[in-house]
């Protein structure tokens, strides 16, 4: 009978023995698949790397706050780090913070040291956007020693290096953009320090499971595969977050990019050369060099350009409110009959020059859920666009149509003028845009459409067009019937009461 006893416990102990063998061989299965799942992440910064670059910043506000020696050894700790990691832009970054502070210490020769390695890495590598950097730090030093001769070349070459955006050189123009994205990348290294973060604690939390599961082998194994899933998810969402808000970061960056050049390039030429004409002829007329039937001529010419560029102002002051969120719209109950005799108003006189007939066939009793000025904008600038672009003699009619039960009211501005050919028509609305002069060589930015397609697509609606050469364009908007919205409220007020 102690045989039998002792034969059943043998068994019984194989049996715990390959059930805890086969229970440890699970979790390092699942273990391993975890690992590989973390080493499949998106490849980030190292904490060394992102300790450099956070006594960087640490070092960059001390030298601002006047603390010049904290801010040496914070540099000097970020130049040994970057120098690990072969980072070129962090060692050229570094060079330079060194030099400026050194200059400040009026310790001149380790700061021209300083500056000089800085060139030499520049040279050496593609980092070309620190040479304006490099200049103007050098500028500075010479000034401290007193070299005034050394100084002013270098400040004229910078002030050569800074006007050489404004001709279109791209390369300068990068240099001196450089420094425009630094709140970038300090966002960028914000997000990348939290995403390291989490990923520490989610290690600390499987190691703390993993010693517990050792602990409570045949208790907590189910408890621990669980919780080994559920962080690893975490872990991968808030990785899939922070790289997600990266890529919008960047993105945005990118427009705000293109509409600054866009700005730069309208401004210099359609500003400036209006300014100029008037200059030049003030000057003549100082001089006494115009007889007075050429003033006339020339006062009346200048008076269109002026009206011209006030009116390019106007779009240009809106639009750039507009991007930049200046603009509140105040959605209300908007009668398109009042607004378009008062766009029909405005342009009367202009029509009457060119001998156009302006038509409006606005309906009575047609209401839209809009913003106000917001509206008017968008119809003075397609009635302008349309009055510009018609031959003397032509016609240019105002529509507004909907049915009771439309939800949209649909308004368009056709004209029988020059009309634009296929391949540029793609390009009206956009950043990239399209414009030329009109028929009586009136002049034209191309902001007056893309601020038209940003307020009508503020206000719910869709704006496009229809055009063919020699035989005229049609715009069309789109905007929501005032009373669908009315109706559409009722019902959500209606559930709402119900629920």
Known sequence: MDHRYQSKMNIARGFFLKLSVGILVFMGGLLIKAGKLQENKPNSESPTEIKANNDEIKGTILFQKGELLGSLDLFQHALNQYETHKDTAGIIRIYLNLGEAYTSLRQFDQAKENLELAKIFIDRSSQKAYIYNYFNLYTSLDTAQGDYLSAFKLKDRLLYMKDSIYGGEKENALKSLTQGFTEAQIE????????????????????????????????????????????KRR????????????????????RLNQLKNK???????????????????????????????EVQQITDKLTNNVKETTNFLDNLLIWSRSQMNGIQINLQELDLLDLSNETMEVF????????LKIQNEVKESLFVYADREMIRIILRNLVSNAIKFSVPGGNIVLMAE??????????SVQDDGIGIKKEFQDRLFGVDNYTTRGTMEEKGSGIGLMLCRDFVERNGGKIWMESYPGKGSKFFFTLPQYHMVQKEQGIKDLLAGIL
Do not use: C, W
């Open 188 to 231: 960028k290294q914000k997000a990348v320090q939290q995403i390291t973060n989490q990923r520490l604690e989610a290690k600390q939390k499987i190691t703390l499971l993993v010693g517990v599961f050792i602990v409570t082998i045949l208790l907590g194994g189910i408890g621990f595969l669980y919780s080994l899933y559920r962080n």
């Open 235 to 254: 872990a991968f969402q808030i990785t899939e977050k922070a790289n997600n808000l990266i890529n919008r970061k960047n993105e945005e960056l990118e």
């Open 263 to 293: 700005l730069f390039s309208i401004i210099a030429h359609d500003v400036r050369s209006p300014l100029n004409n008037l200059a030049g002829v003030l000057s003549l007329i100082g001089q006494g060099l115009l007889e007075p039937e």
């Open 348 to 355: 009367r006189l202009q029509g009457e020059e060119k001998k």
């Open 402 to 411: 909907a049915k009771a039960t439309d939800e949209m009211v649909i308004i």
